[in-house]
């Protein structure tokens, strides 16, 4: 059996940590970008926004929480924008928005309130496996809530089966899930 110089397992060892560093620092600029309802020293952390799930816009264009959607700490859902924002007066307003894919079946506008979470995993009515669950109302026998996929995926819903799911990133469904817990307001805006 050959034997291995000192320096050789140094420069082995040196490389592996390297390798594990640099694959930390992509995750965590990757994760960076996230922001949750507990920011740093207590202030509000920025609100992001974005056009498709999971993206964040620029922070000089912050998207206003709807005018119509009542006052206190809430989830709220626009259908029309297909956008949520969790807001909480004690932090300032929204501390978080960010897009959603919806289901094919949409709750009609009005006040819910949570009436189920599940961390999950667990197989959503459109087939595919789902973590992070928010439920809130039913429609047409089906529940109708908030979950992100296992997989990370936000597809479009297929048109010819009914789906009560709004999809959301994996991040966005952790803050969403931590957010709201059962009896939690929220309001639903065209």
Do not use: C, H
């Not at 089906?142 to 979950?147: K, M, Q």
């Amino acid at each position: 059996m050959a034997k291995l110089g000192s320096g050789s397992v140094v420069t082995a060892l040196t490389a592996g940590a390297l390798a594990v560093v640099a694959m930390l620092a992509v995750q965590a600029k990757s994760s960076a970008s996230t922001t949750t309802a507990s920011g740093a020293g207590g202030k509000a952390p920025a609100v992001s926004a974005s056009s498709k799930p999971g993206t964040k816009a620029t922070p000089d264009k912050p998207v206003a929480v709807p005018k119509d959607s009542g006052s206190g700490k809430r989830v709220v859902y626009s259908v029309g924008q297909k956008r949520v924002w969790l807001v909480d007066p004690a932090q300032s307003g929204a501390t978080r928005t960010f897009t959603v894919q919806p289901g094919t079946l949409d709750p009609a506008p009005g006040s819910y309130a949570v009436m189920s979470t599940e961390a999950g995993p667990a197989t959503g009515s459109d087939g595919k496996k789902v973590e992070n669950i928010v439920r809130f109302t039913t429609r047409g026998g089906l529940f109708i809530g908030f979950s992100a996929a296992v997989d990370g995926s936000t597809p479009a819903p297929d048109p010819a089966r009914k789906t009560g799911g709004i999809r959301e990133t994996v991040a966005d469904g952790q803050a969403l899930f931590a957010f709201a817990p059962f009896d939690t307001k929220v309001v639903v805006v065209a």
